[in-house]
């Protein structure tokens, strides 16, 4: 039974994950989680009791969650190793790709929270204000690091793509919704972001969250509904 990723729309950061799956070239399905009506149905909660995506049931038929944990089970398989996207526990390059990943997880990710919150949640015009100005601040100082650490490397991580810049592009676009920061300021991070948004698996990504015609890179096998995946699940 090949995987099924159940990434969340509009924007969720499981785009990452759908990269990363395309990279690998393991196979692979998708299911589609509206957020947020879809996450708080109790179907949901049988696949991820947090009613967070992303999630992945294994080809165990086990249901893993959380990005960090999808990536690093995603670059444990033959398929990401031999594409050169993750590297074997152990390793220094392993110990160097969690650190971006848990960057990219808690820094860069965690600075557009409260800018999330004020979007999607009433509220009078202070705490607007209060949040967006702490936003700001906390995504000015994502975007500065992180420029940092790319600096002139092609990717995250030097020489080579990996699942770090997988995770970087799904989180990076969330700069449309909040006009807080100018991602041309920070010319090394713009130079990645151009680069990912050209990538034949971005593309793909882009096309499935919009339901469009899409064209796989990788070894997509498909898009199955909630139900029809527990039913799956039971029968593995």
Wanted: hydrophobic share 40%; glycine share 8%; with cysteine.
């Amino acid at each position: 039974m090949s995987p099924i990723l159940y990434y969340g729309v509009p924007s969720g950061c499981s785009f990452g994950s759908i990269v990363a799956l395309e990279w690998s070239g393991q196979p692979y399905r998708l299911a589609r989680v509206n957020m947020p009506e879809d996450m708080q149905t109790e179907l949901f909660a049988r696949i991820n009791p947090v009613r967070e995506t992303p999630a992945l049931q294994t080809a165990r038929g086990d249901c893993l969650a959380e990005s960090m944990a999808i990536f690093n089970h995603i670059g444990a398989g033959q398929g990401a190793l031999d594409a050169g996207i993750s590297f074997k526990q152990g390793t220094r390059e392993f110990d160097e790709l969690n650190r971006m990943l848990a960057f990219l997880n808690t820094t860069f990710f965690g600075a557009f929270s409260s800018l999330w919150w004020q979007l999607e949640h009433e509220a009078d015009d202070e705490t607007k204000r209060v949040l967006t100005e702490y936003g700001r601040a906390r995504v000015v100082r994502a975007h500065q690091e992180l420029e940092r650490m790319l600096g002139d490397q092609p990717w995250l991580l030097g020489d080579r793509r990996t699942l770090a810049d997988a995770y970087f592009i799904g989180i990076a676009r969330w700069t449309k919704y909040h006009d807080v920061v100018d991602r041309r300021d920070y010319p090394n991070l713009q130079r990645l972001f151009d680069k990912l948004e050209a990538d034949p698996a971005v593309i793909f990504a882009h096309a499935i969250e919009q339901q469009r015609p899409a064209t796989s890179v990788g070894r997509f096998e498909g898009e199955v509904g909630i139900a029809e995946s527990l039913a799956s699940r039971r029968a593995a």
